[in-house]
Antibody
Framework: QVQLVQSGVEVKKPGASVTVSCKSS????????ISWVRQAPGQGPEWMAW????????KYAQKFQDRVTLTTDTSTSTTFMELRTLISDDTAIYYC????????????WGQGTLVTVAS | DIQMTQSPSSLSASVGDRVTITCRAS??????LNWYQQRPGKAPKILVY???SLVSGVPSRFSGSGSGTQFTLTISSLQAEDFATYYCQQNYDMPFTFGQGTRLEIK
């Protein structure tokens, strides 16, 4: 069965960086992409970016273009999301989700990773 | 960015009721519209894609309709497990934006 398993809770100080990982299993990793979506407390989800599992091509929401980098390790079917220069408004649950074409039709999701930014 | 506006923001209903949630886009998105269900403490789950196509395994009491700027998600006969928050999401243009959600509560 398709599974996306994310890394654990992170607590960071303002200005720091965080990297969240997402390990995929149960499907052909290079046939799909992975999108990242975050959800701040009490808010709706917010799409951030997408990476193609085959060739590493990326798409970023303009809001995150300068602060987010997505990478993949095809040998372990793992995707990484790095968010830099953290501010308190980045406190949220970060989800990875399978997204074949980079069109944000998100059919399987990770369990989420809580990132808290606080001094 | 395309703004997605859902109504109502919350809704109280009983098991067996028929409920409809509306989603409006700030510009035309043809049928590039998905619906998700989110239970507390869980990741969203996709229910409907391209406005009216039901995801495999989703009960047939769920249905989606609409095109252009106006869309609806209907649950024909509410079951206990349907009480959750529902989000629409456009994938017509980046950034792919979500509505603010409709919280469906037990009356």
């Amino acid at each position: 069965q398709v599974q996306l398993v994310q890394s654990g809770v992170e607590v960071k100080k303002p200005g720091a960086s965080v990297t969240v990982s997402c390990k995929s299993s149960g499907y052909a990793f290079t046939s799909y992409g992975i999108s990242w979506v975050r959800q701040a407390p009490g808010q709706g989800p917010e799409w951030m970016a997408w990476i193609n599992g085959y060739n590493g091509k990326t798409k970023y929401a303009q809001k995150f273009q300068d602060r987010v980098t997505l990478t993949t390790d095809t040998s372990t079917s793992t995707t990484f999301m790095e968010l830099r220069t953290l501010i308190s408004d980045d406190t949220a649950i970060y989800y990875c989700a399978r997204d074949r074409l980079g069109m944000a039709t998100l059919d399987y999701w990770g369990q989420g990773t809580l990132v808290t930014v606080a001094s | 960015d395309i703004q997605m506006t859902q109504s109502p923001s919350s809704l109280s209903a009983s098991v067996g009721d028929r409920v409809t949630i509306t989603c409006r886009a700030s510009q035309t998105i043809t049928t590039y519209l998905n619906w998700y269900q989110q239970r507390p403490g869980k990741a969203p789950k996709i229910l409907v894609y391209v406005a009216s196509s039901l995801v495999s395994g989703v009960p047939s009491r769920f249905s989606g309709s609409g095109s252009g700027t106006q869309f609806t998600l209907t649950i024909s006969s509410l079951q206990a497990e349907d009480f959750a928050t529902y989000y629409c999401q456009q994938n017509y243009d980046m950034p792919f934006t979500f509505g603010q959600g409709t919280r469906l509560e037990i009356k």
